[in-house]
């Protein structure tokens, strides 16, 4: 039983890491993009 939620313990801390670090590979591909769209209407003008 201690195996069990030693696993379910070391699962959910793998998981929340996971999940924090596609939310930082998210935000910066939306800076990217941004900066991307910024620089072709400044092109444009």
């Known amino acids: 039983m201690r195996k069990l939620i030693t696993l ?3 699962a959910v801390a793998l998981a929340t890491a996971a999940c ?4 930082g590979i998210g935000r910066d591909l ?3 993009g941004q900066a991307v769209s910024t ?5 444009k003008n």
């Open 8 to 10: 379910g313990v070391v």
């Open 20 to 23: 924090n670090t596609v939310a």
């Open 30 to 32: 939306s800076a990217a």
């Open 39 to 43: 620089s072709s209407e400044r092109a």
